[in-house]
């Protein structure tokens, strides 16, 4: 059975800061997907990483994925309060998901 | 622009009602997906199907069952709702080609009492 853990599972960020949130998987698999999703909202598509050493950043996101850790990053540079939500890594073919990271900027 | 629509943003069922819940994908897509999310558990798969008539159990299929009829439409049945069945559900599609990213539906927040 796929395990996917993130963490932190809450994260309180300073506006202006640099953060990193972690997504870790128990098998191989060749796909990785980050959603973000808005309090009372559906989950949005952020990234898709396909490849080992694949890195995609949009505005002040960046996500990278090594296949060999089994590991995943999502990078946040210089967080403003608009990036508060809960952010979802998921893994595999049918997507298993984390259990998600509520993030919260404060001033 | 993917769109999926569920029938209902919230629902309240009384304990033993047998309820609905639907969910149309505009974009052809082969699968579609029913979840639950719960707090501190994230999204759980409940049923998938990647064609019309079939279908796969989730992680959790246990009291539901699914129906899918055509293609677009992706139906998650509670044959005899209880308490422990509140949740939000929300329902995906993908395709079979590109990415295979899944697209999400608003969400159904339903109440059992």
């Known amino acids: 059975e796929l395990k996917v853990e993130q963490n932190p599972l809450f994260l309180s960020m300073q506006e202006g800061k640099n953060y990193t949130i972690y997504c870790n998987y128990s098998?191989?698999?060749?796909?990785l997907y980050w959603y973000r999703q808005d309090p009372g909202k559906s989950l949005e598509s952020l990234f898709v990483?396909?490849?080992?050493?694949a890195v995609k950043q949009e505005g002040r996101l960046m996500a990278s994925l090594d296949t060999k850790a089994r590991l995943s990053t999502l990078h946040i540079t210089a967080a403003v309060h608009d990036l508060s939500a809960t952010y979802f890594c998921?893994?595999?073919?049918?997507?298993?998901f984390g259990a998600g990271t509520t993030v919260t900027v404060r001033a | 622009d993917v769109k999926v629509t569920q029938s209902s943003r919230y629902l309240v069922k009384r304990t033993g009602e047998k309820v609905f819940l639907e969910c149309v994908q505009d974009?052809?897509?082969?699968?579609m997906f029913w979840y639950r999310q719960d707090p501190g558990l994230g999204l759980r798969l409940i049923y998938f199907?990647?064609?019309?008539?079939?279908?796969e159990k989730g992680d959790i299929p246990e009291g539901y069952s699914v129906s899918r009829e055509k293609k677009e439409r992706f139906s998650l049945i509670l044959e005899s709702a209880s308490t422990n069945q509140t949740s939000m559900y929300l329902c995906?599609?993908?395709?079979?080609?590109?990415?295979?990213?899944?697209?999400f539906g608003p969400g159904t927040r339903l109440t059992v009492l």
């Open positions: 995906a599609s993908s395709g079979t080609s590109g990415y295979n990213e899944q697209f």
């Open positions: 098998t191989t698999s060749d796909r």
């Open positions: 990483l396909l490849s080992n050493g």
């Open positions: 998921a893994v595999g073919h049918w997507l298993s």
């Open positions: 974009m052809d897509h082969e699968n």
């Open positions: 199907s990647y064609d019309v008539k079939m279908k």
